[in-house]
């Protein structure tokens, strides 16, 4: 079936994803930063994007808005598609999370470490906090 949504239509979705994703991936700026390690963001020269990018340590952190890259936990309600219209969200998620693993794939090959830091495990930032600690390691001076 051919695609139905114009230009205009995608790119207003766009947007929306954007502003959505935008709180949880401050939410890890602040953290990561507070921990003491320093990045570069979204290098457009790197596959998806990604949000952190630490060149030193060849490593990234995606932050995923559950809702829109499908977070695949049980635990997590909000990475459920909607009840509504499903043929066309089951064909816009699949597209996500399709090219999502393309992006860690291009990543891996080319020596990239990728950390997922999902919505949801913004609202346990002590958690957090140790996961990216076991992601990246210890701070080195030339992080500071
Ligand atoms: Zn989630």
Known sequence: MA???????????????RSKDMKPE???RRLVHGMGYRYRLHRKDLPG???????SRKKVIFVHGCFWHQHD???CSDGRPPKSN??????KFK???ERDAEHKKLLRAEGWKCLIVWECET????KLRK???HFLGAILRRDQ
């Open 3 to 17: 695609d139905k949504i114009s230009p205009e239509r995608r790119s207003e979705n766009m947007r929306r994803i």
């Open 26 to 28: 401050m939410a890890v």
């Open 49 to 55: 994007k990604p949000d952190l990018v630490f060149p």
């Open 73 to 75: 936990d049980p635990k």
């Open 86 to 91: 499903t043929s066309y969200w089951h064909e």
């Open 95 to 97: 597209r996500n999370v």
């Open 123 to 126: 609202k346990n930032l002590d």
């Open 131 to 133: 996961t990216v600690k």
